[in-house]
């Protein structure tokens, strides 16, 4: 079945360091890819997406590309701040046997400390 | 403020209490979601409802009972619960049934739930 796998956190930072968060799936078909960041005490906000191969989807300073030949979507920060703390989840949608069903299927979650 | 609205945002109840969680989206959206958020696992879809019909159960136990009134209103009742129910629940809303490349699934905050 379809399956998201994020590295392990959680990963700590100084601030202006840079941040890649590893994220690869497996999927039938052609899934588009998804980024949410949960900060303390609240829900997901979306971050960015992708809906094909080599698309790069951005947001505030944040880039992840979807890379079909690897099968991955990392995401990628040049410079972080204090205030990107947070858990950063990769997900992509399960466009299931009988088509497109809005089931998004999640990694574990990556949590990101960047200290001052 | 993604438009998603839930409360309460935190509920403590009994194994024997009868609970509902509430989730209201102002984004006129057509599909709303019930995902669970439990420690240190992926986040699961539960539930899909489509202009107000169920369309996906994903195998959830029938203590959790979900009702959507409307296209703007989901609920989740709760009974019977059980200590591992424990977990944040999530409700979301997209503009249509399923993931396209021009729809996106947003999150409401979630409610925390402990059952004692």
């Known amino acids: 079945g379809n399956s998201v796998t994020q590295m392990e956190g959680p990963v700590t930072l100084s601030e202006e360091a840079f941040l890649t968060i590893n994220c690869t799936y497996t999927?039938?078909?052609?899934?588009?890819l998804f980024w949410y960041v949960q900060y303390p005490g609240e829900g997901l906000q979306l971050l960015l997406k992708?809906?094909?191969?080599?698309d790069k989807g951005s947001n505030k300073g944040f880039e992840a590309t979807y890379r079909k030949e690897t099968t991955s979507f990392h995401l990628e920060k040049g410079s972080v701040q204090v205030s990107d703390s947070a858990v950063y989840f990769c997900?992509?949608?399960?466009?299931?046997?009988?088509?497109?069903?809005?089931?998004?299927?999640f990694g574990q979650g990556t949590t990101l400390q960047v200290k001052p | 403020e993604t438009g998603v609205t839930q409360t309460p945002r935190h509920l403590v109840m009994g194994m024997t209490n009868k609970k509902s969680l509430k989730c209201e989206q102002h984004?006129?959206?057509?599909?709303m979601y019930w995902y669970k958020q439990s420690a240190k696992k992926p986040l699961e879809l539960m539930f899909v409802?489509?202009?107000?019909?169920?369309?996906e159960n994903n195998s959830v136990p029938s203590r959790f009972s979900p009702e959507c009134p409307n296209s703007s209103h989901l609920f989740l009742h709760l009974h019977t619960l059980q200590p591992e129910d424990s977990a944040l629940y999530l409700c979301?809303?997209?503009?249509?049934?399923?993931?396209?490349?021009?729809?996106?699934?947003?999150f409401g905050e979630g409610s925390w739930l402990t059952v004692v």
């Open positions: 979301a809303s997209s503009q249509e049934p399923g993931i396209s490349s021009g729809n996106t699934i947003y």
């Open positions: 997900a992509l949608s399960d466009l299931g046997g009988s088509g497109n069903t809005g089931k998004l299927i």
């Open positions: 984004l006129g959206h057509n599909a």
């Open positions: 999927a039938t078909g052609y899934p588009s």
């Open positions: 409802y489509n202009f107000k019909e169920q369309t």
């Open positions: 992708a809906t094909k191969a080599d």
